[in-house]
């Protein structure tokens, strides 16, 4: 095992896949010589050449499109979107074309592609450079949406994309690229995409979270148990698209309580999918109303770093909404 950073992860996923499998090839802004604007690609250009690692021009489109072609031609794509927020000039792309060419032609075309994007915000970039995008992307029959919290899952769950057989938008909480580390295995190895991972078990309520919020949920369990004796459950759901509705309600039911925690906005954000399961599947086990916790309603995280903290959910502030769904 060896400690790494999640960007390190992520890094060593690629160089990985890229060694075992000739038909792997990366694409996006900047990815070439310079490593991409966050270094995930650092290095990999001058081991694989121009061929493998290919700089792109500044049209998310085009890249997409690239990606979609080459992967119908059985070659393995990673097509970098070098900012979430940068992504919707591609999403007909994404969605009418990668998404629909398997069930359109029977199952005769696959499109093994990746679309990896750094999303959320934290890092002072503004309305531009912070979105969170999975809502948009998880309404979508076939694609995979997969978001890590951890050095460990985002290696197995990266690994296991670029080997499916059809599109997968895996999500990157950047403001966790370098200060969320953990022990990585030195061998080979894939998680599979879909199952949810209990990242913490509990008795007193359930609380549902992925990618940064995965982690500060994390902090936050920990400190109500410190603090106030609350044993907190926290599933970190990875993958959003399939929903793991098995994990998700056998938590609750073991708990009879549930908080959901996104970064995105509250309003038809990913969490109400959560609360709908829980609703229509699980409401015998509930003991208390389904609670979500998300940043507020407004068009953008804001630039000013005061304003960014108001507007991020943090440790903290989900330490008070588990107190508050502890206390009904």
């Excluded at 919290?149 to 080997?163: C, E, H, I």
């Excluded at 995965?214 to 399939?242: C, F, N, S, W």
Aim: aromatic share 10%.
């Amino acid at each position: 095992m060896t400690v790494m950073t999640l960007i390190d992860a992520i890094r060593e996923a690629m160089d990985e896949e890229l060694e075992r499998d000739p038909r792997v090839f990366i694409t996006g802004e900047d990815v070439g010589e310079r490593g991409g604007v966050f270094r995930a690609t650092q290095g990999l250009h001058e081991k694989y050449g121009d061929t493998r690692i290919v700089d792109s021009p500044l049209a998310e489109l085009s890249i997409v499109a690239i990606g979609i072609g080459a992967a119908l031609t059985d070659l393995r794509p990673i097509c970098e979107i070098q900012f979430a927020d940068f992504i919707h000039p591609a999403f007909n792309q994404i969605v009418n074309e990668a998404a629909r060419f398997y069930y359109r032609s029977n199952g005769q075309w696959h499109v093994p592609l990746v679309i990896r994007s750094p999303y959320g915000g934290g890092i002072g970039g503004g309305l531009y450079h912070s979105q969170s995008v999975e809502a948009f992307f998880a309404h979508v029959p076939g694609l995979k949406i997969v978001v890590p919290s951890t050095p460990y899952d985002a290696k197995g769950l990266l690994k296991s994309a670029v080997r499916d057989p059809n599109p997968v938008l895996f999500f990157e909480p950047k403001k966790g690229y370098r200060a969320i580390k953990g022990e990585v295995p030195d061998d080979d190895y894939t998680i599979p995409i879909g199952p949810a991972r209990i990242a913490r078990e509990g008795r007193d309520l359930s609380v549902f979270a992925y990618g940064m919020m995965a982690h500060y949920t994390m902090m936050a369990a920990e400190k109500v148990a410190r603090e106030d004796g609350i044993d907190a459950e926290v599933i970190d759901l990875r993958t959003l698209l399939p929903i793991d509705k098995a994990a998700i309600l056998a938590s609750v039911k073991k708990t009879g309580k549930a908080l959901i925690v996104h970064e995105d906005n509250l309003t038809m954000g990913y969490g109400a999918e959560i609360a709908a399961v829980l609703s229509d599947e699980g409401f015998e086990y509930l003991d208390g109303p389904v609670k979500r916790y998300a940043a507020p309603d407004v068009p953008g995280v804001p630039f000013s770093h005061p304003m960014q903290e108001y507007f991020m959910p943090n440790p903290d502030k989900i330490a008070d909404a588990i107190r508050d769904l502890a206390a009904y």
